[in-house]
T-cell receptor, first 112, second 114 residues
Framework: GESVGLHLPTLSVQEGDNSIINCAYS??????FIWYKQESGKGPQFIID?????DKRQGQRVTVLLNKTVKHLSLQIAATQPGDSAVYFC???????????FGTGTRLKVLA | DADVTQTPRNRITKTGKRIMLECSQT?????MYWYRQDPGLGLRLIYY???????NKGEISDGYSVSRQAQAKFSLSLESAIPNQTALYFC?????????????FGPGTRLLVL
């Protein structure tokens, strides 16, 4: 099984409900943020990104919110489905640099 | 992501053995990275390469070496494996021609050092 995420916080939601996953980022100079989804046995998969000149960005069923004042990022998943079950983590970056800081992640469990 | 492939996907080895993990990409990106992932920790950068002639140490390079054989290939070696190198290893790529260097990851290699 997946060894990553043994000690991760877990969010359990009912299928069809909305999910909100939070991330506190560390560097106030960071101006680019990504949410990744990591399913068991797979590599991190890009979901959505946002630049610091925005506070909200929407994708298909997902929305990312950015609050630079408190260095907080959230991922909202609408109408959560069983296939959304995974570990989600955020990543922060300063545009123009290669270096990323990755969060430890939250495990999302979708209950049928 | 099929654009970034890693081999092997799983490997068990013994302490002291030399092993190589390989990464190939078809995204045409110049920049490639090796990370390790451990339970409870975020991804940590081992080595990165901006092109074939440019290789740099990341935050946890001790005990590892790399080779950039071509733009599309970046290999990670453990010269003498030790148990605390047991982890998930990910290769990633990014496109330096874009202002935002989104990193795209391979499927990972699960390594167990006995």
């Amino acid at each position: 099984g997946e060894s990553v995420g043994l000690h991760l916080p877990t969010l359990s939601v009912q299928e069809g409900d909305n999910s909100i996953i939070n991330c506190a980022y560390s560097n106030s100079a960071s101006d680019y943020f990504i949410w990744y989804k990591q399913e068991s046995g797979k590599g991190p998969q890009f979901i959505i990104d946002i630049r610091s000149n925005m506070d909200k960005r929407q994708g298909q069923r997902v929305t990312v919110l950015l609050n630079k004042t408190v260095k907080h990022l959230s991922l909202q998943i609408a109408a959560t489905q069983p296939g959304d079950s995974a570990v989600y983590f955020c990543a922060e970056n300063i545009i123009g640099t290669y270096k990323y800081i990755f969060g430890t992640g939250t495990r999302l469990k979708v209950l049928a | 992501d099929a654009d970034v492939t890693q081999t092997p996907r799983n490997r068990i080895t013994k302490t002291g053995k030399r092993i190589m993990l390989e990464c190939s990409q078809t995204k045409g990106h110049d920049r490639m990275y090796w990370y390790r992932q451990d339970p409870g920790l975020g991804l940590r950068l081992i080595y990165y390469s901006f092109d074939v002639k440019d290789i740099n140490k990341g935050e946890i390079s001790d005990g590892y070496s790399v080779s950039r054989q071509a733009q599309a290939k970046f290999s990670l070696s453990l010269e003498s494996a030790i148990p605390n190198q047991t982890a998930l290893y990910f290769c990633a790529t990014s496109d330096q021609d874009r202002e935002q260097e989104t990193q795209y990851f391979g499927p990972g290699t699960r390594l167990l050092v006995l």
